[in-house]
């Protein structure tokens, strides 16, 4: 494959390369990418600033995998203007460093708790509220695994650098030497978007002459829901001068603040004329200021900046060598590495933070949301990180047993919106049907169940609207029951609630429910229903059977109350991934479907940044054209993604579309929810995943941009003649071999070679 394509804007290494400022930990980055040497080991190749812009949403500062600590560079906002969900666009200046982020995620946001703003100069000069909204601007911005660095060219110029544990964060200042330090700390601070979040109470305690203090109580955001968070913060050294303010007004020596509302916060002051540089160690907690405390204790110990931020970059090591690749290009490969380190940012891992009911097992929250990860995150920690995955699933079964669902989206302690159907039944049946081990599958199923077969209570939260799906087999546009603005998405619901229930007849045939089984199997038919032979989509039906009126199988719908959710008919109508042959059987046979898909993408219908036809480009193996998938795929992955700023089609939706990269790249994508995965086309020579019995070696002999196409195939040395394979195939281990080459073959075209689907061909 050709490079991917490279604009004008530099970042990471490249950037730093070009300013002549990098931070000595990452020196050897730098180094190897101004010397034109490829890196060696897969953090080398990461730019975390990948998808930061063009909505991409991406949290460019530091973190580890998983980590709720996510300290990062928050902006300047522009009044009625785009909001980014990350806090950060590269265009706007600084307004300061918070703690706490959501990644890639679209709609409303969550958390930017805590935020610390750099000043230098005399307290007496700063208006706290006024200063933190202008911001500064900016140069020299770096990022690496773990770590984030940008100067502030305010005051002079103010080098601050951040990276993480798990549940604290850490601070590094660098102020001019002529004038004094001054660290504005925000309590209230929060991302500002639609549904905004809002501060309630904040309260800062200066304690003696190195720590503060904070509890923050907020609302708003992705759900209304409250919570409180608590933060410990431990200079290296003493401040000379501290306060708290209000707004504008500054309090010089007061010790505590405790408020309602916006700008809560206190200050802390420097002598930089013999040490330039302050250090700050900030420990969060869910529970309270102990626990904030101990966390600094046990996730930092006495370790400095420096050591911290090695620790972190070593932990993504060793986290992205679960994938080692060879051959490509290197911006293939930084994209790749990339998007496998975005596709690992949430949800959070909040093990020993559970507040919400007491568990010996690990706990995760900031599920944001599953209508996304579903598809390609879940499964590919199933294959590289199993054992995450199953305490993943795990959560979501204790969050049933806790609150009575199993949420679609949990954030923060509270159920999310429901932007489709109940796709933990997806995870839970993903998780089945490859034999995760530790989850609690008879509460998961009796989770399923309840999805299946009761009212919700709220279905904008969870569960299912389901009196007119029971009775009609489908949901209509003039839904019985409450006629709220979400209550719509009549379509779109029924191709995932069709969906949904073929993942539970899985579920339920496994625990020896067949009765039960057969009724979720009929149900798994929904979606034809709402087939419309004249169009060849799914279209929106009245209670009385009468088809939407004007309709255009091409308008894009994007609200709640619409037929369909963030998407079109056409392309909604690419999404049976239970029945593909069901649909080859409404559009013509094999040449009628592979022309009906032909004219999603030549006619620029496919949306490469939005879920509901995430699995489109891969449905033409099922009509023996696996030829069709490699140029389909390929395709999307050179000119969709790139290595700059704004190299993601859309926004990342917590690593979903970062995590369709990776799958692409590697030659594999799975069907979720199922047990088994397309063969693709690989970009790489030579990939080697570690799976839980060994390791899967992907080769792709010969493979090029031009040589794309499968001629033959091997699985651990025997003939493999279709372009699917189960999880059960690769999970102990073993050897894919392709030969790749330029022209189109006859491989997998054969009627037994094609992947499981309910119907059989006509």
Request: proline share 5%.
């Amino acid at each position: 494959m050709s490079p991917l394509p490279r604009r004008t804007v530099l970042s990471g290494a490249a950037a730093a390369v070009a300013a002549g400022t990098t931070s000595p930990l990452f020196s050897g980055i730098t180094r190897q990418a101004a010397a034109g040497v490829v890196p060696t080991t897969p953090e080398a190749e990461v730019d975390p600033l990948i998808g930061v812009d063009n909505g991409g949403e991406i949290v460019p500062g530091a973190y580890v995998p998983f980590g709720f600590a996510k300290p990062s560079p928050d902006c300047v906002s522009i009044p009625g203007g785009e909001s980014p969900t990350s806090g950060y666009r590269s265009n706007r200046d600084i307004r300061g460093f918070s703690q706490t982020h959501v990644s890639g995620t679209g709609g409303a946001s969550k958390y930017g708790n805590f935020r610390i703003t750099p000043r230098a100069g005399s307290i007496s000069t700063v208006k706290p509220a006024t200063d933190i909204a202008q911001g500064s601007a900016k140069r020299d911005e770096r990022a690496a695994p773990g770590y984030y660095g940008v100067t502030l060219t305010r005051d002079g110029g103010i080098r601050a650098e951040l990276t993480a544990t798990r549940m604290c964060a850490v601070h590094k200042y660098t102020f001019p030497v002529d004038k004094s330090g001054i660290l504005l700390i925000d309590a209230s601070s929060v991302i500002e978007t639609q549904n905004g979040q809002q501060p309630l109470t904040c309260e800062v305690t200066i304690v003696g002459d190195r720590r503060i203090e904070i509890i923050g109580r907020f609302r708003g955001g992705w759900n209304p829901g409250e919570y409180t968070l608590y933060a410990v913060l431990e200079f290296n050294r003493p401040f000379v001068g501290y306060g708290t303010w209000a707004q504008d007004t500054v309090t010089e020596r007061s010790r505590r603040l405790a408020r309602a509302g916006w700008h809560t916060g206190a200050y802390a002051t420097f002598d930089t004329k013999t040490q330039r540089d302050v250090e700050v160690r900030i420990g969060l907690s869910w529970r309270d200021l102990a626990r904030a405390g101990q966390n600094l204790r046990s996730q930092l110990g006495s370790d400095d900046f420096a050591a911290v931020a090695r620790r972190g970059r070593q932990i993504w090591a060793e986290n992205l060598a679960r994938i080692e690749v060879d051959g490509g290009s290197a911006a293939e490969r930084t994209c790749f590495y990339s998007a496998l380190l975005h596709a690992q940012a949430m949800p959070h891992d909040l093990t020993g933070e559970n507040i919400w009911w007491d568990s010996p097992r690990a706990h995760y929250e900031d599920f944001y949301t599953l209508w996304d990860t579903f598809r390609t995150v879940n499964p590919l920690l199933t294959l590289i990180q199993p054992r995450r995955q199953a305490d993943l699933v795990q959560s979501l079964v204790e969050t049933f047993t806790r609150t009575g669902w199993m949420p679609d989206a949990r954030i923060a302690g509270h159920n999310g919106y429901t932007q489709g159907g109940t796709n933990g039944d997806v995870i839970v049946a993903d998780a089945l049907l490859k034999q995760l081990p530790d989850i609690d599958y008879a509460t998961a199923y009796r989770a399923l169940r309840k999805n299946a077969d009761v009212e919700s209570d709220d279905a904008l939260k969870q569960g299912r609207q389901l009196a007119d799906y029971k009775k009609l087999g489908y949901l209509p546009v003039d839904q019985s029951g409450p006629t709220m603005w979400w209550s719509g998405r009549s379509a779109s619901r029924t191709l995932e609630y069709s969906y949904n229930d073929f993942c539970i007849a899985a579920v339920a045939w496994r625990h020896g429910d067949n009765e039960k089984a057969m009724l979720d199997w009929v149900r798994a038919e929904s979606w034809k229903k709402l087939w419309d032979k004249e169009n060849r989509v799914i279209r929106p039906r009245y209670v009385d059977g009468t088809w939407l009126a004007d309709f255009d199988k091409d308008r894009a719908y994007r609200g709640w109350s619409d037929p369909f959710y963030e998407g079109t008919a056409r392309q909604y109508s690419t999404y049976v991934p239970h029945d593909v042959q069901g649909v080859i059987n409404r559009t013509g046979g094999d040449s009628g479907f592979v022309a009906w898909l032909d004219e999603l993408f030549d006619g620029g219908h496919y949306n490469p940044g939005n879920e509901p036809d995430l699995l489109a480009g891969y449905l033409y193996i099922h009509a023996g054209r696996h030829d069709r998938t490699a140029e389909r795929v390929r395709s999307l992955l050179s000119t969709k993604y790139s290595i700059d700023r704004d190299g993601l089609p859309e926004n990342d939706d917590a690593g979903t579309l970062s995590a369709w990269y990776v799958w692409g790249a590697l030659g594999l994508f799975p069907n979720a929810g199922q047990d088994w995965y397309y063969i693709g086309s690989p970009v790489f020579a030579q990939s080697r995943i570690k799976v839980s019995g060994g390791t899967l070696t992907i080769q792709a002999d010969g493979v090029s941009a031009a040589a794309k196409y499968v001629q033959s195939a091997t699985l651990h040395g025997r003939p493999l003649h279709r372009a699917w394979l189960r999880h059960s195939d690769i999970v102990g281990g073993g050897t894919l071999w392709l030969t790749m080459g330029q022209s189109p073959s006859g491989w997998a075209r054969q009627a037994d070679a094609r992947p499981p689907s309910m119907s059989q061909p006509y």
